[in-house]
Nanobody, 127 residues
Framework: QVQVIESGGGTAQPGDSLRLSCRVS????????MAWFRQAPGEERKFVGY????????YYGDSVKGRFTVSGDKAKNIVILQMNSLEPEDTAVYYC????????????????????WGQGTQVTVSS
């Protein structure tokens, strides 16, 4: 049974930084592809970032480019989301998503292409 477990999050002021961590365990695969999404109240779940284990390239949603960084450890199935220069618009529940099989890059931004999800962790940015 695959488990996706997020940690971190909390409350921050505008301009602050927060760090989220996600670990995938269980299941039959030794490697999981992992990404971050977020969902604000009344909105759809949106893509935040992805680290491609094959080559190490990172991909980000437009609203977080230059402020957020995804890193990770492939051997441990861990990804980290470092969030800097936080803005009130970053307030959302942040989800870690995982899948076993690699997919084309054009598909990484769609939540329906990810098979396993964490429970989500709340990030609130407010002065």
């Amino acid at each position: 049974q695959v488990q996706v477990i997020e940690s971190g999050g909390g409350t921050a002021q505008p301009g602050d930084s927060l760090r989220l961590s996600c670990r995938v365990s269980g299941g039959t695969s030794s490697t999981y592809y992992m990404a971050w999404f977020r969902q604000a109240p009344g909105e759809e779940r949106k893509f935040v970032g992805y680290l491609n284990w094959n080559g190490g390239h990172t991909y980000y949603g437009d609203s977080v480019k230059g402020r957020f960084t995804v890193s990770g450890d492939k051997a441990k199935n861990i990804v980290i989301l470092q969030m800097n220069s936080l803005e009130p618009e970053d307030t959302a529940v942040y989800y870690c998503a995982a899948r076993i099989n690699r997919m084309v890059l054009s598909g990484i931004r769609s939540p329906e292409n990810w098979n396993f999800w964490g429970q989500g962790t709340q990030v609130t940015v407010s002065s």
